[in-house]
């Protein structure tokens, strides 16, 4: 994780309102909140990378100020499209979602269910989504 944090600090684009890295308090708040459990892969990039804004993806944000990336937002629209329980949607693309399982993973949901689409690891989903996807 600690490649790929530091290539998105590189990459991060300046914005007239920057996001905020949240606290770790904040974390277990919306955890316990929206029935959460965050992988520590993923608790590790809210804490140092959350606020980068790079491309047009835009992962879920933990401040609840954050508008539509707030991860609130974001997990309540995913249920609606039926994104299971057991799955932490952590990005939305144009009503399709990437999610986090328990094991780590990244699974691609499209709004017609689950597909076979999935990373290993958030790592090589930030690097092939995110990076080279921009």
Not at 40 to 47: E, G, I
Not at 69 to 75: A, E, L, P
Request: charged letters at 25%; hydrophobic letters at 35%; one cysteine or more.
């Amino acid at each position: 994780m600690e490649r790929i944090i530091e290539k998105l600090r590189e990459l991060n684009e300046p914005v007239p309102k920057p996001l905020r890295l949240p606290s770790q308090e904040e974390i277990h708040n919306v955890e316990n909140e929206f029935g959460l459990e965050f992988h520590p892969d993923y608790v590790r990039y809210l804490l140092e990378a959350s606020d980068v804004v790079f491309g047009t993806l835009e992962p879920a944000t933990i401040p609840v100020d954050s508008g539509h990336t707030f991860i609130g937002n974001v997990v309540n629209s995913a249920r609606k499209m039926g994104v299971p329980k057991t799955l932490v949607p952590i990005a939305e693309d144009n009503g399709d979602y990437y999610c986090m399982n328990e094991s780590g993973e990244i699974l691609y949901w499209s709004h017609n269910g689950v597909t076979d689409e999935k990373w290993p690891s958030l790592e090589s989903w930030i690097q092939e989504v995110w990076v080279n996807g921009n």
